[in-house]
């Protein structure tokens, strides 16, 4: 069965260094989005990848980068963490048309210290 | 531009009540809209979505939801609730051919014995 996988699960990082959240889809889709997950605030876009070689910055992009080498993955970079990016990050893939639903991983639960 | 207000962040229903959960959409375009949940430490999972055919969609787990243009409404709605329904609900809208979903706060629904 298709599905979309996020690694690691958990992770716990000190201010200031680099950290890589992967996601791997298998839907072949074209579209792939960055969320977090904050009490009182539901999903806030990060980035997003609409094809290989695409990436746009989406509502909270500060302090995050993408990449789109492939079709199945779109990795998430924080350059330089902070404790203010503490959240749970989800990743989701879609078919290319507006009306198609967004299908979820896991959720990565990142803690910085 | 689009947006999602999710009436209630929390709601309590006894076991077997009727299940209301709110959600108003703002968009200036013919909306498609979506119902998620997540249950907890997982990821999120489409309950229904309304996408222009009939106005009253049906979904996963007995749920169903009446798209109201005049009321720019997408209530959530189950007869009886079960305590299994407990969980967090998202309402989402996406505009036109944007692809993507801009989501409400969400509304954790608990189940009383």
């Known amino acids: 069965d298709a599905e979309i996988t996020q690694s690691p699960r958990h992770k716990i990082t000190e201010t200031g260094r680099q950290v890589t959240l992967a996601c791997h889809q298998t839907w072949n889709h074209n579209n792939m989005f960055w969320y977090r997950q904050d009490l009182g605030h539901g999903l806030r876009l990060i980035h997003y990848?609409?094809?290989?070689?695409?990436?746009n910055k989406g509502e909270v992009s500060d302090g995050y980068s993408v990449s789109r080498s492939n079709t199945e993955d779109l990795p998430l970079t924080l350059e330089s963490a902070a404790s203010s990016q503490t959240s749970v990050y989800f990743c989701?893939?879609?078919?290319?048309?507006?009306?198609?639903?967004?299908?979820f991983g896991p959720g990565t639960r990142l803690t910085v210290t | 531009a689009q947006s999602v207000t999710q009436l209630g962040s929390h709601v309590s229903v006894s076991e077997g009540a009727l299940v209301l959960l709110r959600c108003n959409y703002s968009s200036s375009v013919p909306p498609y809209l979506f119902w998620y949940v997540q249950y907890p430490n997982q990821g999120l999972q489409l309950l229904l979505k309304?996408?222009?055919?009939?106005?009253l969609v049906k979904g996963i787990n007995g749920f169903e939801a009446e798209f109201k243009k005049s009321e720019t409404s997408f209530h959530l709605t189950k007869p009886s609730a079960h305590m299994s329904d407990a969980a967090e609900y998202f309402c989402?809208?996406?505009?036109?051919?944007?692809?993507?979903?801009?989501f409400g706060s969400g509304t954790q629904l608990t189940v009383l014995p």
């Open positions: 989402a809208v996406s505009s036109g051919s944007a692809r993507q979903l801009t």
């Open positions: 990848s609409y094809g290989v070689q695409d990436t």
């Open positions: 309304y996408t222009s055919a009939a106005t």
């Open positions: 989701a893939s879609s078919e290319s048309l507006g009306q198609s639903e967004q299908y």
